[in-house]
């Protein structure tokens, strides 16, 4: 059974541009979620999709946003990029949300 | 007061040497308790899910929670060289969808 596939792996951005990540859960779930994880931080909950709508949202700033297909693909767009913006992105996902969440390798987004 | 305090102090151990690493909550509404194993430079790697008070074994892991003092832990028994990451708590309420996470422990066993 394949896992959580994640695109691009490393991104390399500049101030003020926008980016778009992928994610592909593992067949047959069908809730999404994403996360930002730097050291300072941690690993900070960003937004939870399930049946293409968002469900829960984190504290970020609006500049993040995403969108999940009937597919249960989902996307994460970041708009206006900010050198804080520089992180490692995970996605996770689960059957309901409720249960055991596994997560991708991640896209390494460095802003410059 | 964060949701999930973990000591994020490294912790290393020689080969074969218990390794204990624990969590504290304020939530009561968390209900759902995993523990996760990070390599460098991958994705978190789900090593336990537990919903109730008591302990899983899993191989040469051991996860326990206790509810009433908001407390969890994870034991690593006979532990390997590969056994070196970090390891993350996380927790999450009933409906909730969001997994709050502890800020991870780096591990070193030492052949």
């Known amino acids: 059974k394949a896992g959580v596939t994640q695109t691009p792996r490393y991104l390399i951005k500049t101030r003020g541009q926008q980016v778009t990540l992928s994610c592909s859960p593992i067949s047959g779930h069908r809730s999404v979620s994403w996360y930002q994880q730097t050291p300072g931080q941690g690993l900070q909950f960003l937004f939870e999709y399930f049946s293409e709508t968002q469900r829960n949202k984190g504290n970020f700033p609006g500049r993040f946003s995403g969108r999940q297909f009937s597919n249960s693909r989902s996307e994460m767009n970041v708009s206006t990029l900010e050198l804080g913006d520089s992180a490692l992105y995970l996605c996770?996902?689960?059957?309901?949300?409720?249960?055991?969440?596994?997560f991708g390798q991640g896209t390494r987004l460095t802003v410059v | 007061q964060k949701e999930v305090e973990q000591d994020p102090g490294p912790l290393s151990v020689p080969e074969g040497a218990i390794v204990s690493l624990n969590c504290t909550y304020s939530n009561s509404a968390f209900q759902y308790f995993m523990w996760y194993r990070q390599y460098s430079r991958k994705g978190p790697e789900l090593l336990m899910y537990t919903y109730s008070s008591g302990n899983k074994e899993d191989g040469r892991f051991t996860a326990q929670v206790d509810k009433s003092s908001k407390y969890i832990s994870l034991f690593i028994r006979d532990s390997q060289p590969s056994d070196s990451a970090t390891y993350l708590c996380?927790?999450?309420?009933?409906?909730?969808?969001?997994?709050?996470f502890g800020k991870g422990n780096q591990v070193v066993v030492i052949p």
């Open positions: 996380a927790m999450m309420g009933t409906g909730n969808n969001r997994l709050a």
């Open positions: 996770a996902s689960s059957q309901d949300g409720n249960t055991e969440a596994f």
